[in-house]
């Protein structure tokens, strides 16, 4: 009896030095994507506005009030680089102007 008990533990100390080791969770790097969040002052604040981004097809993006921490809002994910950058609304050019965005960089553009 004494013989098996031993036999049993011995066992289990066994098996759990043999344990197999479960997969790890990886993290990978950033995604290389940067962000605009759009800020009206005025009269647009709350609006849609059309953006057009390097000359590609207008989206339709939603203009956050201006507020002394407007950092809620929809953030808009664009790629990393130099982008000429065209925001238009009814016909009128609100912001045309080439700006520079790198990685995860949330851009504010102010519009009147």
């Known amino acids: 009896m004494k013989k098996s008990l ?5 066992l289990a ?3 759990a ?3 197999a080791h479960l997969p790890v969770a990886q993290q990978g790097g950033k995604d290389d994507v940067a962000y605009l969040l759009f800020v009206g002052q005025k009269e647009y604040g709350g ?4 953006v057009s981004i ?4 207008p ?3 939603e203009v956050v009030k201006a507020k002394k921490a407007s950092r809620k ?6 790629a990393t680089g130099t982008r000429d950058l065209k925001v238009t609304s009814d016909g009128k050019t609100l912001y045309q102007k080439k700006i520079f965005v790198s990685t995860q960089e949330v851009k504010q553009i102010m519009l009147p």
């Open 47 to 50: 609006e849609q506005v059309q």
């Open 13 to 15: 100390l066994l098996m």
């Open 59 to 61: 989206f339709t993006a």
């Open 6 to 10: 031993i036999f049993i533990f011995g």
């Open 17 to 19: 030095g043999c344990k």
């Open 73 to 78: 809002g929809t953030q808009y994910a664009i």
């Open 54 to 57: 390097d000359g590609a097809a």
